[in-house]
């Protein structure tokens, strides 16, 4: 009779646990509330992109445990990565991050890189327009291109953030490949796109660069001209016009990404756990339908293709901005 409970029990206890809709298996999982840092401001796009993946994991219950999302912004993100830094081996503490992990290391705002975390996963790409008042005499990227290389100085050059930030890489890019000096060009930076919006549509500058999602509606309007885009393929929707820099002979992909990382010395339990966790917020449906409103390219990495992508990114990023003096 007890030999049949000792089979018995365990097996009903297995039955029960199969039954529960979120068992989360073995390996490791979290054992207390997880913090996920965005290294910005709230109601910016890294805000936005944190608060829709913690609000994700909470409601398809992928996590089994409390979670707070807590905004560590400064020092172009130098505040946020030297907390997580400091909780080095701790897989309950992990923030979002983009390209701004690797320029501010090239600028020398921090002396940390992606080589002293955990890559976790990259989540999404947003891509760069460049574009022009419908009226303007450039009618194409090429042109642009042109222009600029006879007269440096001759067009202002909007950007959609501060110098250094990934709209002046976005224009270095090509003109870096078109022998273009940069130290002569006019370059004017705002705080946002809709601000670059508001000076291009008034006539204040002449070209902008900024987030296709805000460039988008006013090319489908007809006030606006795109001339190129720094994705990889020719984007859908109103900005199908605007071919990629590859297609005009020039280099300019460029992948404005978000994406996770840990801290350092994670093991491959932990690093597994929230890799799935990522997998699964990405591959939703609500996910998947904020990324077509965003005109995002939801485009998941595993651990493994985040540390190979980032150092990839790393070493062109490195590159362009030696050539815009951006470099220490």
């Not at 529960?20 to 965005?38: D, F, S, T, Y």
């Not at 090429?142 to 440096?152: F, S, T, V």
Request: hydrophobic share 40%.
């Amino acid at each position: 009779m007890i030999a049949r409970l000792f089979v018995i029990v365990p097996a009903g206890i297995s039955i029960a646990l199969g039954a529960l809709p979120h068992a989360w298996g073995q390996g490791w999982k979290p054992e207390r509330n997880v913090e996920l840092i965005v290294p910005a401001s709230a109601g910016g796009s890294l805000d936005t992109t944190g608060r829709t993946v913690q609000r994700l994991w909470d409601e398809l219950k992928l996590v089994p445990v409390s979670s707070t999302v807590v905004n560590r912004s400064g020092g172009g993100h130098a505040v946020a990565y030297n907390f997580l830094n400091q909780r080095a081996g701790d897989p309950h503490y992990m923030s979002i991050t983009s390209s701004t992990l690797h320029t501010s290391n090239i600028n020398g705002r921090t002396p940390l890189s992606y080589r002293d975390f955990t890559p976790l996963t990259v989540l999404l790409t947003e891509y760069i327009a460049f574009a022009v008042r419908a009226d303007s005499p450039i009618k194409s990227g090429k042109e642009l291109i042109e222009a600029l290389r006879k007269d440096p100085g001759a067009l202002s050059l909007a950007l959609s953030s501060a110098r250094g930030g990934t709209h002046h890489i976005s224009f270095g890019l090509p003109l870096q490949s078109a022998n273009v000096d940069m130290r002569q060009s006019k370059l004017v930076a705002f705080n946002s796109t809709s601000e670059a919006v508001t000076a291009l549509l008034g006539g204040h500058v002449d070209v902008m660069s900024g987030g296709t999602v805000q460039i988008a509606p006013h090319v489908e309007s007809g006030k606006m001209r795109v001339l190129a885009v720094t994705s990889a393929k020719r984007l859908p929707g109103p900005l199908s016009a605007g071919p990629t820099w590859p297609e005009l002979g020039y280099k300019g992909v460029f992948e404005n990404w978000r994406g996770v990382i840990g801290t350092r010395g994670m093991n491959s339990e932990q690093i597994a756990f929230w890799e799935n966790v990522f997998r699964k917020v990405v591959e939703s449906e609500e996910f998947r339908k904020l990324a077509e409103r965003n005109q995002w390219d939801a485009n998941f990495k595993t651990a493994a293709e985040t540390r190979r992508f980032m150092e990839s990114q790393y070493n062109e990023l490195k590159e362009v901005m030696t050539f815009l003096g951006l470099a220490k």
